[in-house]
Nanobody, 127 residues
Framework: VQLQASGGGLVQAGGSLRLSCAASGRTSSSAVVGWFRQVPGKERELVAAITSSGVRKSYADSVKGRFSISRDNAKNTVLLQMNSLSPEDTAGYYC?????????????????????WGQGTLVTVSS
């Protein structure tokens, strides 16, 4: 599975962005996909994740009610809609995947659980 993230940019506080993760590979639709973010000097943080069917989703407390993850398996795309952005959301955002994964796994929030990574897209929120 190959992943490519896009959609980052500069936005004012309170604004919105939509990130896209394009997946390729025959079994990409069977992968759990997560969006992580990272700022210099800190570990990658799972922001949101979605199961292969799209039925189950998980969000970090810091983004609940503001971010929404979705997927279109026909287009091999996972989207992260980010609303009400604040400067604290400024980070590099990465999509990651793992085939046969589960959001019930005890370490699904850890970056090490995922074995496919996109190159990242930078989100900058100005105050």
């Amino acid at each position: 599975v190959q992943l490519q993230a896009s959609g980052g940019g500069l936005v004012q506080a309170g604004g919105s962005l939509r990130l896209s993760c394009a997946a390729s590979g025959r079994t990409s639709s069977s992968a759990v996909v997560g969006w992580f973010r990272q700022v210099p000097g800190k570990e990658r943080e799972l922001v949101a994740a979605i199961t292969s069917s799209g039925v189950r989703k998980s969000y970090a407390d810091s983004v609940k009610g503001r971010f929404s993850i979705s997927r279109d398996n026909a287009k091999n795309t996972v989207l992260l809609q980010m609303n009400s952005l604040s400067p604290e959301d400024t980070a590099g955002y990465y999509c990651a995947g793992r085939r046969g994964a589960s959001l019930r796994h005890p370490i699904y929030k850890d970056a090490e659980y995922y074995n496919y990574w996109g190159q990242g897209t930078l989100v900058t929120v100005s105050s």
